[in-house]
């Protein structure tokens, strides 16, 4: 039996032209629904892709308009804080130039000198605290790169640097006379030999059956144990003269011979000289070896440390009392005389950066002679 294919060709015609109709509507429809001429590369291959060109230039200018605005910000910032530092140095000047006259007195020039240091310390707050987004535009040497355009290589730089009192060279400006400082070894307390009476010596020395004498009236010592000299006038006791070792009351100074009889010695003790005052005084008490060697002052320099007097004589010839000090090489610690007149060096307790607590020491010193810093030594 034969097969027959029919063929409504006329029917095809239409069904094909319908679908070309139904794409080409779709396209309208697409184009004025998006608004746009090409929606895909379908549309047009090139157009798309110059399009795409078009559009990621402008994303990125867009971008470049916002970056620049922050470095507007940055740099607005950056002029604030200046200006404020540029306020503090002309305050700083006119006080310079008002310390330069020669009608102040050391108390005006310790005034002026007070507000300077404010001054200074304000420079280095703003300095050290302006910041803009996290950036600290101040505290340090930076370079900010700023992206202006939408292609590489299309940056502004942005030099920063670091300003403070330290890099404007004024971190040592003092316009105060520097004191003349006085640190006297504390040795107040005066030797009295009242006590060591003819019959006195007599009972002191071994032996003796006459009264004896204190010979110059001088007493000797080696830092450590005290000497004097006596002389017996009788024959009998002739053979007894020389050094007899006494006692001596630290507190009082009176000067005793021993409870018990001793021997005098002929020569002159080794290492002995003639002192007038209570030796030793001046040896710090191991507590503040202690707080000497807390500190990092090695073991065998807190053991040469004094306890010193200070003084400061200011350009006009005023002396003012500086209390106490102890005295290791060069450097002098602030201390303080208790009321059991024991001797403590002053200290403060500050957290380094690790969280842990130290305790410093106040030094001595400054441009001045009179100013305290805290030592500590790692």
């Given at each position: 039996?034969?097969?027959?294919?029919?063929?409504?060709?006329?029917?095809?015609?239409?069904?094909?032209n319908?679908?070309k109709?139904?794409?080409?509507?779709?396209?309208?429809?697409?184009?004025?629904?998006?608004?746009?001429?090409?929606?895909?590369?379908?549309?047009?291959?090139?157009?798309?892709?110059?399009?795409n060109?078009?559009?990621?230039?402008?994303?990125?200018?867009?971008?470049?308009?916002?970056?620049?605005n922050?470095?507007?910000?940055?740099?607005?910032?950056?002029?604030?804080?200046?200006?404020?530092?540029?306020?503090?140095?002309?305050?700083?000047?006119?006080?310079?130039?008002?310390?330069?006259?020669s009608?102040?007195?050391?108390?005006?020039?310790?005034?002026?000198?007070?507000?300077?240091?404010?001054?200074?310390?304000?420079?280095?707050?703003?300095?050290?605290?302006?910041?803009?987004?996290?950036?600290?535009?101040?505290?340090?040497?930076?370079?900010?790169?700023?992206?202006?355009?939408?292609?590489?290589?299309?940056?502004?730089?942005i030099?920063?640097?670091?300003?403070?009192?330290?890099?404007?060279?004024?971190?040592?400006?003092?316009?105060?006379?520097?004191?003349?400082?006085?640190?006297?070894?504390?040795?107040?307390?005066?030797?009295?030999?009242?006590?060591?009476?003819?019959?006195?010596?007599?009972?002191?020395?071994?032996?003796?059956?006459?009264?004896?004498?204190?010979?110059?009236?001088?007493?000797?010592?080696?830092?450590?144990?005290?000497?004097?000299?006596?002389?017996?006038?009788?024959?009998t006791?002739?053979?007894?003269?020389?050094?007899?070792?006494?006692d001596?009351?630290?507190?009082?100074?009176?000067?005793?011979?021993?409870?018990a009889?001793?021997?005098?010695?002929a020569?002159?003790?080794?290492?002995?000289?003639?002192v007038?005052?209570?030796?030793?005084?001046?040896?710090p008490?191991?507590?503040?070896?202690d707080?000497?060697?807390?500190?990092?002052?090695?073991?065998?320099?807190?053991a040469?440390?004094?306890?010193v007097?200070?003084?400061?004589?200011?350009?006009?010839?005023?002396?003012?009392?500086?209390?106490?000090?102890?005295?290791?090489?060069?450097?002098?610690?602030?201390?303080?005389?208790?009321?059991?007149?024991?001797?403590?060096?002053?200290?403060t307790?500050?957290?380094?950066?690790?969280?842990?607590?130290?305790?410093?020491?106040?030094?001595?010193?400054?441009?001045?002679?009179?100013?305290?810093?805290?030592?500590?030594?790692?």
């Amino acid at each position: 039996m034969a097969q027959v294919i029919n063929t409504n060709s006329l029917s095809l015609l239409t069904q094909n032209n319908l679908n070309k109709s139904q794409s080409a509507l779709g396209t309208a429809i697409e184009r004025l629904s998006s608004g746009l001429r090409i929606n895909s590369a379908k549309d047009d291959a090139a157009g798309q892709a110059i399009a795409n060109r078009f559009t990621a230039n402008i994303k990125g200018l867009t971008q470049a308009s916002r970056n620049a605005n922050d470095g507007i910000s940055i740099a607005q910032t950056t002029e604030g804080a200046l200006n404020e530092i540029n306020n503090n140095l002309q305050r700083v000047r006119e006080l310079a130039v008002q310390s330069a006259n020669s009608t102040n007195s050391q108390s005006d020039l310790d005034s002026i000198q007070a507000e300077i240091t404010q001054r200074l310390n304000e420079i280095d707050r703003v300095s050290g605290q302006t910041q803009f987004n996290g950036v600290k535009v101040l505290a340090q040497d930076n370079t900010l790169t700023i992206q202006v355009g939408a292609n590489d290589g299309e940056t502004i730089d942005i030099d920063l640097k670091q300003i403070n009192s330290q890099t404007l060279g004024l971190d040592s400006l003092n316009v105060q006379k520097a004191y003349d400082v006085q640190a006297t070894v504390e040795n107040s307390v005066k030797l009295d030999t009242s006590a060591l009476t003819a019959d006195a010596i007599k009972g002191g020395v071994t032996g003796a059956t006459t009264a004896g004498a204190l010979k110059d009236g001088k007493v000797y010592s080696n830092g450590t144990d005290y000497y004097v000299e006596v002389s017996f006038a009788d024959a009998t006791d002739s053979g007894k003269n020389g050094f007899l070792k006494v006692d001596v009351n630290t507190t009082t100074g009176a000067v005793t011979v021993p409870a018990a009889a001793a021997n005098t010695v002929a020569a002159k003790p080794a290492g002995v000289a003639e002192v007038t005052e209570v030796q030793g005084l001046n040896t710090p008490s191991s507590a503040v070896q202690d707080q000497l060697t807390a500190a990092g002052v090695s073991a065998a320099d807190a053991a040469k440390s004094e306890v010193v007097k200070m003084s400061y004589t200011d350009k006009n010839g005023k002396t003012i009392d500086g209390g106490f000090g102890v005295k290791v090489g060069d450097d002098i610690y602030a201390a303080t005389k208790n009321k059991d007149g024991s001797i403590s060096i002053n200290a403060t307790e500050y957290t380094d950066k690790d969280g842990n607590t130290k305790t410093a020491l106040n030094q001595l010193g400054g441009v001045d002679g009179k100013n305290r810093s805290c030592y500590y030594r790692r």
